[in-house]
C-alpha cells in the first residue's frame, strides 16, 4: 500500500525527518520525507498495510506540548 502523508506542526529544524527515516528503515518502510515550503513536512510511504499502520502511528509522535501534530494521510 502506498501513502502520502502531510504533517503539519512543529515539524522542520527539530529533528522530524530523522526520526521519520530512523523508523521507516527500522520498519522496512519504503519512501522518501522532504520539508515543504509552508512549513510542513511530505512524506510518501510504501509497505504492506499492517505496517504502515503502526509506522503511521510511530511517526505522530509529540514532543513538546506546542509540538502539535495533525497528518493528513492519503492512499496513492
Known sequence: ??????????????????LVKSIA????????????????VEIFADAPEDILGRFLRYIEVKGRPEDILSLHVERV
Open 1 to 18: 500500500m502506498k501513502v502520502t502523508v502531510r504533517v503539519f506542526g512543529n515539524v522542520q529544524a527539530v529533528g522530524y525527518r530523522a
Open 25 to 40: 528503515r527500522s520498519m522496512g518502510v519504503r519512501g522518501l520525507v522532504r520539508n515543504l515550503e509552508d512549513g510542513s
